[in-house]
């Protein structure tokens, strides 16, 4: 072949055809739930495969139930990437239908214990010729009922642990019965973030954050509220906010039967001038902390990793049921006497560096081990089938029960009259989508208004 002259042209090249997207799903039954997984989700494909990665769409899925989150709760928990508008309800058989129809690559189950386990049956029963790539795991600290948690997540491919504290524990759980502990995968919360703690001349806030069940009983809540608003009448100068994460009448991860708005209001003396009541995402009530108070909400961790003063109390004593026995050896145990004294608690650095909070400017990679397993999974092409721990044969007391609850039968395939019929038309659609919304409303109303106080009443 003769050599090419200096005018002639090159040949054009081909240009490469666009890559697939990697579809990605995200199931979540609270609003706290939500922002963990639709944030985990995008940090575990954030940026995978360098200048040739693949574009990324998330579909955001809400299971259907008592604390599915309200528009207004979405809206509140910040950015996190999925437009809210797209975001729809979805019952756990018709979840599984829409997995079978979409062919998702990634899976993001952001569920309690039991949601997770049922999904889990529920693909396996699906028999994909190829299935997603599952992840799970848990939205915070986690200092309850660690084995049952951990075992009905078993099965998932990926189960994240947000610190090496807790990736030792669940291997040691998961080793301890003989199962598969691969799939534990250390990482770290994925909604933490925010810039370091500044403090500002003529600024002086300090918030507590409430949870919705944690105390639970009207006295030990009472004893809280009043002690923040004393707290307040001894500072007059220093602003006091509670932090509160639903207002009446919706519901959160777990149930607030006696919300301190209402005992707000019947506190007597009513509420100094520089105390209030306030919503909203955490990080921003965080961007204007001094000193964040709590009895052993989540929001210390995200307080810790922006190095924000952070107190956990002791004033109803340092009990599993509580939870504050997680931060033994934090060095930020205290009480409402020593904090109306002016005094602060100085965090552990061995005890933080060990939780995941990754105060020293490490959390840019907390996730790229994670990342590089999905990855690799996502690259493997046809995986083995999900193998929960759990099964017919050796939980036949107790997986039918968790399943049942979904509406799935004991080999997860769903129960008779569980899949709803296809909608013939705008109108009937609509009319179903009506009565659901009734029928949801009169389910929750039962759950956090007339439930709590029968059981009030079998107290007496």
């Known amino acids: 072949m003769p050599p090419r002259t200096s005018n002639e042209a090159e040949p054009a090249a081909t240009p490469a055809a666009p890559r697939p997207a990697l579809r990605v799903a995200v199931l979540a039954d609270s609003d706290t739930r939500w922002k963990w997984g639709a944030l985990t989700a995008r940090r575990l494909t954030a940026g995978a495969g360098g200048p040739d990665a693949r574009p990324v769409e998330v579909s955001g899925l809400l299971l259907r139930g008592r604390a599915t989150p309200t528009p207004r709760q979405l809206a509140e928990v910040g950015e996190v990437g999925i437009d809210i508008e797209r975001v729809r309800e979805v019952t756990a058989v018709e979840f599984l239908h829409t997995v079978r129809d979409e062919a998702y690559d990634l899976v993001v189950l952001a569920l309690v214990g039991g949601g997770v386990q049922a999904m889990l049956h529920g693909l396996a029963a699906l028999d994909l010729p190829r299935r997603p790539v599952v992840v799970t795991g848990y939205v915070g600290v986690v200092y309850e009922k660690l084995a049952d948690g951990l075992l009905l997540r078993h099965g998932a491919d990926v189960v994240l642990a947000n610190s090496a504290h807790d990736a030792e524990r669940f291997r040691a759980v998961y080793e301890g019965v003989g199962a598969d502990a691969s799939a534990v995968t250390e990482a770290a919360l994925p909604f933490l973030g925010g810039a370091p703690y500044r403090p500002e001349e003529g600024r002086d806030t300090v918030v507590f954050a409430a949870q919705p069940s944690v105390p639970a009983s009207r006295a030990d809540r009472t004893y809280l509220l009043r002690r923040l608003v004393e707290h307040a009448r001894l500072h007059p100068r220093r602003e006091v906010l509670l932090k509160l994460r639903s207002k009446p009448g919706e519901h959160t991860t777990h149930i607030e039967e006696l919300p301190y708005q209402k005992l707000a209001q019947r506190l007597p003396g009513g509420l100094p001038p520089n105390f209030r009541l306030v919503y909203g995402h955490m990080g921003e009530v965080l961007?204007?902390?001094?000193?964040?108070?709590?009895?052993?909400?989540?929001?210390?961790?995200?307080?810790?990793?922006?190095?924000?003063?952070?107190?956990?109390?002791?004033?109803?004593?340092?009990?599993?049921?509580?939870?504050?026995?997680?931060?033994?050896?934090?060095?930020?145990?205290?009480?409402?006497?020593?904090?109306?004294?002016?005094?602060?608690?100085?965090?552990?650095?061995?005890?933080?560096?060990?939780?995941?909070?990754?105060?020293?400017?490490?959390?840019?990679?907390?996730?790229?081990?994670?990342?590089?397993?999905?990855?690799?999974?996502?690259?493997?092409?046809?995986?083995?089938?999900l193998a929960p721990y759990y099964t017919p044969a050796t939980a036949p007391g107790y997986l039918p029960g968790i399943l049942g609850r979904h509406h799935l039968a004991p080999d997860g395939t769903p129960l008779p009259g569980a899949a709803a019929p296809q909608e013939p038309g705008r109108v009937r659609g609509a009319v179903r989508e009506t009565v659901r919304n009734a029928a949801r409303g009169a389910y929750r109303q039962g759950v956090q208004r007339v439930a709590p106080v029968i059981r009030r009443m079998g107290e007496l």
């Open 287 to 385: 961007d204007r902390t001094d000193l964040l108070v709590t009895v052993s909400s989540t929001a210390a961790l995200e307080s810790l990793h922006r190095r924000i003063p952070t107190a956990i109390l002791t004033d109803l004593g340092v009990r599993e049921t509580l939870g504050n026995h997680h931060f033994v050896g934090s060095g930020l145990l205290t009480s409402w006497d020593r904090l109306d004294g002016g005094i602060r608690p100085r965090p552990d650095t061995e005890w933080v560096a060990g939780q995941g909070v990754a105060a020293d400017g490490s959390y840019g990679t907390a996730y790229d081990t994670a990342r590089a397993k999905v990855t690799a999974l996502l690259d493997a092409g046809e995986l083995p089938p």
